[in-house]
């Protein structure tokens, strides 16, 4: 767990992948799906749920998380300064790891993300972390010269 004390509630989690994957479906009446989310992104631990469903969601669950992806990375640049250090510290905790990520989108998502404020991230230390983002990282970055260069590179420069 990268922050201690916060998991998602079953009840909002369910809530939430519902809200997503109905807000990619033509056939559903869109302004009740923006209420429903203006609704949701008013909650202080919203992003956090995006987060965990990109970073943890698995299986049939690609559109859920192409969603989250995408709400994630709106949320975070239109409303960086808005968003509770604590809830920062957890993204932040979640994402990195995906930085090598197979999938290009989640890939682009985290280094919009860790790019707002890298500095800071990179030399920060992250609750679960044995080590500072910045010598994970470049173990990584090490290990992907080695085997695949491409996708650590275009996670971290998108």
């Not at 201690?4 to 369910?14: F, K, R, S, Y």
């Not at 009446?29 to 949701?40: E, G, V, Y």
């Not at 968003?83 to 999938?103: F, N, R, T, W």
């Not at 989640?106 to 890298?118: A, E, N, P």
Request: aromatic share 10%.
């Amino acid at each position: 767990m990268a922050i201690e004390g916060w998991q998602p509630q079953e009840d909002g989690l369910q809530e939430i992948c519902k809200l997503l994957e109905q807000y990619r479906l033509p056939i559903v009446d869109q302004s009740c799906i923006w209420q429903k989310h203006q609704r949701c992104s008013q909650l202080p631990d919203f992003n956090n749920y995006l987060a965990f469903i990109l970073c943890r969601a698995e299986g049939d669950v690609v559109n859920i998380r192409q969603a989250a992806r995408l709400l994630l990375k709106n949320n975070f640049k239109s409303s960086y300064h808005l968003i509770q250090p604590a809830h920062l510290q957890y993204m932040k905790a979640e994402v990195v790891p995906c930085l090598g990520s197979l999938d290009f989108g989640i890939r682009t998502t985290v280094g919009t993300i860790i790019s707002k404020d890298l500095p800071k991230i990179l030399d920060s230390e992250v609750p679960g972390f044995a080590d500072r983002p910045i010598a994970i990282f470049i173990l990584r970055l090490l290990q992907a010269l080695f085997i695949n260069m491409g996708t650590y590179l275009q996670g971290f420069f998108h």
